[in-house]
């Protein structure tokens, strides 16, 4: 008796590694230096894959990779020829095979900053294509879903709560969290690769009027400032400046004069300042230092001296 075909999917199923199509992921690359990973290559040498790989199903032979990508990868490495993966049933692009994706590699540790942002927003666009959504367009109604969720549509409220809930995350931090794609990409690639903290990326992007922004971002990149100094660099130019003829700024000479005073009591009465004095003291130097770099680019020469003629 012949056996009935059935339309449900196995369980999960071995596939060759080759036939496994790799589509855009989340997760912009794989750090395959990690710890985490070289223990993942390890675990799965030790004992294999214990969870199957997700994919969808494609043209012929093919599978479209949705989440495991680092198992994958691993996998590769080992020169594996067969992996375990499990079929599920969703579109290449809806936004239901995207929160699978963000789902499990929101879950890794080492998911950058930057690669979380654009996982998000990828989310949202692709639950909610109708509101052609750019980055400004999801800030904006964050804003309002978080002071008065009830002016927004359910759809909308839907897929807020929804991608709060998979990323562990409140509307506050999401909102932070999407503001660093709207810095210029060379910071957007520092973020990426860990030179500019997390924090001082919200800094960057909560200042992109600040004219001297890229001087300033050239100079910490050089001389790495603090939260505060930083703030302080990308806000000088909102203080009022002080009026021509009204006050005269110290001669140069004397303002050095006086840093190297501020050294000599350091010396001589070190035993009276604590730790944090000192620390304080460095940040505002850090500040300064950075402060001057960036200055010196935009100052002008100095106006050569006219010799005087000899008197006879």
């Given at each position: 008796m012949?056996?009935?075909?059935?339309?449900?999917?196995?369980?999960?199923?071995?596939?060759?590694?080759?036939?496994?199509?790799?589509?855009?992921?989340?997760?912009?690359?794989?750090?395959?230096?990690a710890d985490s990973f070289k223990a993942l290559v390890q675990s799965i040498k030790d004992k294999g894959i214990l969870e199957p790989l997700l994919v969808t199903k494609g043209d012929g032979d093919s599978y479209t990779l949705i989440c495991g990508e680092r198992r994958l990868e691993a996998a590769r490495q080992l020169g594996l020829e067969l992996v375990p993966v499990r079929i599920i049933e969703a579109g290449k692009e809806s936004g239901e095979t995207i929160a699978l994706q963000l789902t499990e590699n929101l879950q890794r540790?080492?998911?950058?900053?930057?690669?979380?942002?654009?996982?998000?927003?990828?989310?949202?666009?692709?639950?909610?294509?109708?509101?052609?959504?750019?980055?400004?367009?999801?800030?904006?109604?964050?804003?309002?879903?978080?002071?008065?969720?009830g002016d927004q549509l359910e759809e909308i409220r839907e897929t807020f709560s929804r991608i709060s809930e998979i990323s562990g995350k409140t509307i506050r931090t999401l909102y932070n969290g999407l503001s660093l794609l709207k810095n210029?990409?060379?910071?957007?690639?520092?973020?990426?690769?860990?030179?500019?903290?997390?924090?001082?990326?919200?800094?960057?992007?909560?200042?992109?009027?600040?004219?001297d922004r890229d001087k300033i971002f050239e100079a910490v990149m050089k001389t790495p400032v603090t939260y505060l100094a930083l703030e302080k660099l990308l806000t000088a130019w909102k203080k009022p400046k002080p009026v021509p003829g009204k006050t005269k700024p110290l001669p140069m000479k004397k303002q050095i004069a006086s840093l190297r005073s501020v050294e000599s009591r350091i010396e001589m009465g070190f035993a009276t300042y604590t730790r944090s004095d000192l620390e304080?003291?460095?940040?505002?130097?850090?500040?300064?230092?950075?402060?001057?770099?960036?200055?010196?680019?935009?100052?002008p020469e100095p106006t050569p001296e006219k010799k005087k003629p000899p008197q006879l």
């Open positions: 012949a056996t009935k075909k059935t339309s449900v999917n196995p369980e999960f199923l071995y596939v060759p590694i080759g036939n496994i199509v790799v589509l855009e992921q989340v997760r912009s690359n794989i750090n395959t230096e540790e080492d998911l950058n900053p930057m690669d979380q942002a654009k996982g998000i927003l990828a989310y949202i666009q692709a639950k909610l294509p109708d509101k052609n959504y750019d980055v400004d367009g999801v800030m904006n109604d964050l804003v309002v879903y978080e002071r008065r969720p210029p990409d060379e910071i957007q690639a520092e973020i990426r690769a860990g030179n500019v903290p997390v924090s001082q990326g919200y800094l960057f992007a909560a200042n992109l009027d600040c004219p304080t003291l460095l940040d505002e130097l850090r500040t300064f230092s950075a402060l001057v770099e960036l200055r010196i680019p935009i100052a």
